[in-house]
């Protein structure tokens, strides 16, 4: 299992600014994942973050937009950048192990 | 990827009820995986089952699976109103080691 902390929790933020995301696990993982749910949608895959590597995107999100750092086997970041009201989701981090396991998420807000 | 389809939307029952949730998919798949998310927060795991398994019992929870008509089942027996929350199948594809998501089923259970 994995243990996985996730800030800030949430944040209201203004249109135009960035956000970063912390994702903290309790143990070292090959791979991180980050995900976005907008209001009353499902989860989808923004990006595959590698330790010692570029992450990799999805369709449809690049990296200007959600840069993402993996600086060790255990932390990973997602800034949210040049923000508009659009990006407001919940953005959820998490490993892989047979099943995955997940951050508790960071509910966005952008006025 | 492929991603499963809840269905119903939304159930709202009673305590005590049984709550059943189907999700269909379309491709091979290694395992299904079902998860449950409290008001927006992180995803948390409920139960696995594997391609060459029919069913699986975890506490109130009954899994289904089959695998020709490449659809599965969730019932929650004697339903209680903490297990009102959104259900989501997560089916992984052969071949693949992320399995993705539906917009889930809203269940509402009323004390």
């Known amino acids: 299992s994995a243990v996985i902390s996730q800030k800030p929790s949430r944040d209201i933020c203004q249109r135009g600014t960035s956000l970063t995301i912390q994702c903290q696990v309790d143990?070292?993982?090959?791979?991180m994942f980050w995900y976005r749910q907008q209001p009353g949608q499902s989860l989808t895959l923004i990006a595959t973050?590698?330790?010692?590597?570029?992450?990799?995107?999805e369709s449809g999100f690049v990296i200007d937009k959600f840069p993402i750092s993996r600086p060790n086997l255990t932390f990973s970041t997602l800034t949210v950048s040049n923000m508009s009201p659009e990006d407001s989701s919940i953005y959820l981090c998490?490993?892989?192990?047979?099943?995955?396991?997940f951050g508790s998420g960071t509910q966005l807000s952008v006025l | 990827s492929q991603q499963g389809e809840e269905d119903p939307q939304a159930l709202s029952i009673q305590e005590g009820e049984n709550a059943t949730m189907n999700c269909s998919y379309k491709?091979?798949?290694?395992?299904l995986q079902w998860y449950r998310q409290n008001s927006g927060r992180g995803l948390v795991h409920l139960i696995l089952?594997?391609?060459?398994?029919r069913e699986k019992h975890s506490g109130r929870l009954r899994v289904t699976l089959d695998t020709s008509k490449k659809s599965s089942s969730l019932l929650i027996t004697a339903s209680r109103a903490a297990d009102t929350a959104s259900y989501f199948c997560?089916?992984?594809?052969?071949?693949?080691?992320?399995?993705?998501f539906g917009r889930g089923t809203s269940l509402i259970v009323h004390p």
């Open positions: 998490s490993v892989y192990s047979e099943k995955l396991f």
């Open positions: 143990s070292q993982v090959t791979m």
């Open positions: 973050a590698n330790q010692g590597s570029e992450a990799t995107y």
């Open positions: 491709t091979s798949i290694n395992n």
């Open positions: 089952i594997r391609s060459n398994e």
């Open positions: 997560a089916p992984l594809p052969g071949g693949s080691y992320i399995p993705t």
